[in-house]
């Protein structure tokens, strides 16, 4: 273990800072006692984030997962952008000056 000293003569041992990964749909740890039986995680395709298995959207199957493997967030996202009007007025743009 390295070791740092302080500005005043105090010794302390350097720890490296661990971040924790979260999923980003349902805000929970990617840790093994989590994702053990439950398939684990995947990087989705989209946002390329770590998400759960069970967080990925599902198929054409509710137990098989849609590919490219996507996550529920960015899913609903994009089912929302195509719902989405293309045309934000229906009056006609005035031509000429």
């Known amino acids: 273990m390295n070791i740092l000293r302080n500005g005043g003569g105090d010794w302390e041992p350097m720890l490296l ?10 805000n929970q ?4 006692d989590k994702t053990m ?10 946002c390329d984030e770590f998400v759960h298995y ?8 509710s137990f098989l997962k849609q590919r490219p ?3 529920k967030t960015c899913k609903t996202a ?3 952008a ?11 743009a005035p031509v000429g000056s």
């Open 69 to 71: 493997r996507i996550c």
């Open 29 to 32: 740890g990617l840790y093994r």
């Open 78 to 80: 994009a089912e929302q």
């Open 37 to 46: 039986l439950r398939g684990g995680w995947s990087r989705c395709a989209v």
């Open 54 to 61: 069970s967080c990925l959207a599902s198929g054409k199957f």
């Open 17 to 26: 800072g661990i971040e924790p990964r979260n999923c980003k749909v349902c």
């Open 82 to 92: 195509k719902q989405a009007p293309s045309s934000p007025s229906s009056q006609p």
